[in-house]
């Protein structure tokens, strides 16, 4: 009994949870031309970044070398030359397998 009570508030937190999302999505395709909704959303934005603005610094410091590493793949798959990437930089690439940022061909 205590098991479908606790499937059935999941559920409902769910749905609500989607309800949710589908009215924020409605409310935004809705006023994005609205020049006051814009304003609001850039001062909005604007004060986030500068109160977590540490905490991009951190993310960065911290996952520096990862970011290098999918910048670098980037760039070898863009110029269609991701084979010369496996051969050069093979640990590069097994590291970004063992992330799940690509998937082995």
């Known amino acids: 009994m205590e098991e479908e009570n606790k499937e059935v508030l999941y559920q409902n937190l769910l749905n609500k949870y989607k309800r949710q999302l589908e009215y924020g999505k409605k409310y935004y395709e809705k006023n994005k031309t609205d020049e006051e909704f814009i304003a609001k959303n850039r001062t909005r934005s604007k004060k986030y970044y500068e109160n977590n603005i540490e905490k991009k610094r951190d993310y960065y410091k911290s ?27 093979s640990e590069k690439f097994n590291k970004l397998i063992e992330i799940g940022y690509i998937t082995e061909d």
């Open 63 to 89: 996952n520096n070398d990862l970011i290098k590493i999918k910048n670098n793949y980037q760039y070898y798959k863009k110029n269609n030359k991701v084979d010369i990437f496996k051969e050069r930089h």
